[in-house]
């Protein structure tokens, strides 16, 4: 089926508001082809370039990517700073693409602690896109759920410590917005390519309700075409939030 007959599948009233997505596999996909890993993370950056594209023309408003966990620091040294370079290159080369598309840039993750040369480039793009209206791109990097779990509590801890709110104020709502996600609405739909099913340590407090799509695509292979595919499978799912089907239909 060609792209526009499979897009005219999708409805545009049921579009998930927010998608996230495990980019898994291009280091794989690189070696079915004998190519370094890297290679694979540069084609990987092309998928980004297409579904980001595609995401905002639909109308999903956020667009969340896993882009560098915190655990991902493990892997060889060469292949870390590969993927760092492979970052500023590709935002620096494609913030026009974002200013010409509408689309915000944004992060959730300890970017603090990324190499400096990284950091400022994220600022710059950040700054750069701030008033944009299309949709949010939110780069995950250096993040972890668990990390964000935990620096959320400290930063509630401190709050209760300055007296500012009693501990019997904690609440969903107030977690909700210590996590760095806190001014994202939680993602209805999560796509993880590579054949994997595994959360990874991401979103973890966020997709209490969401949707799970699993393909065995290997990231850079991830196209336009499977994207469709993946919100109207989303579409056709029956999302009760704990009641039965007759309380929703
Ligand atoms: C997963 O494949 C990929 C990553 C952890 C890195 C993703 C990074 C990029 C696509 C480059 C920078 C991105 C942006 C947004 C500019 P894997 O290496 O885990 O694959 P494998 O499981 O097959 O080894």
């Known amino acids: 089926m060609s792209n526009p007959e499979l897009r ?18 291009n280091g ?3 070696k079915k082809r004998a190519l370094p890993r890297v290679i694979g993370h540069e084609y990987g950056v092309k998928s980004v370039r297409t579904i980001a594209e595609s995401a905002a023309k639909l109308g999903v408003k956020f667009l969340t990517l896993y882009t560098f966990s915190t655990e991902n620091w493990n892997r060889p040294a ?25 689309i915000r840039l944004r992060t959730i ?41 935990v620096q959320a509590t400290q930063s509630i801890a401190e709050q209760v410590k300055q007296g500012v709110l009693n501990s019997d104020q904690i609440n969903e709502t107030v977690i909700s917005q210590a996590l ?19 959360i990874s340590n991401f979103l973890l407090w966020e997709m209490a309700y969401s949707e799970f799509y699993f393909t065995d695509m290997y990231w850079p292979e991830f196209d336009e075409e499977a994207f469709y595919k993946a ?16 309380q929703i239909a």
């Open 8 to 25: 005219n599948q999708i409805d545009p009233d049921k579009l998930p508001r927010h998608i996230a997505i495990i980019m898994d596999g």
């Open 28 to 30: 794989r996909w690189a």
């Open 78 to 102: 060469l292949e870390v700073k590969a993927i760092m370079a492979l970052l500023v290159k590709t935002i620096r080369k494609e913030v026009a693409t974002l200013q010409k598309n509408n």
């Open 109 to 149: 993750g300890n970017i603090k602690a990324l190499p400096i040369d990284a950091y400022n480039e994220l600022q710059e793009a950040m700054a750069l896109t701030a008033n944009n209206t299309a949709m949010d791109l939110v780069l995950a990097l250096n993040y972890s759920a668990r990390w964000d779990i």
């Open 180 to 198: 760095n996600t806190g001014n994202l609405p939680e993602p209805e739909l999560l796509i993880r390519t590579s054949g994997e099913f595994r």
């Open 231 to 246: 919100i109207i499978d989303y579409q056709k799912r029956e999302r009760r939030f704990g009641k039965t089907s007759e």
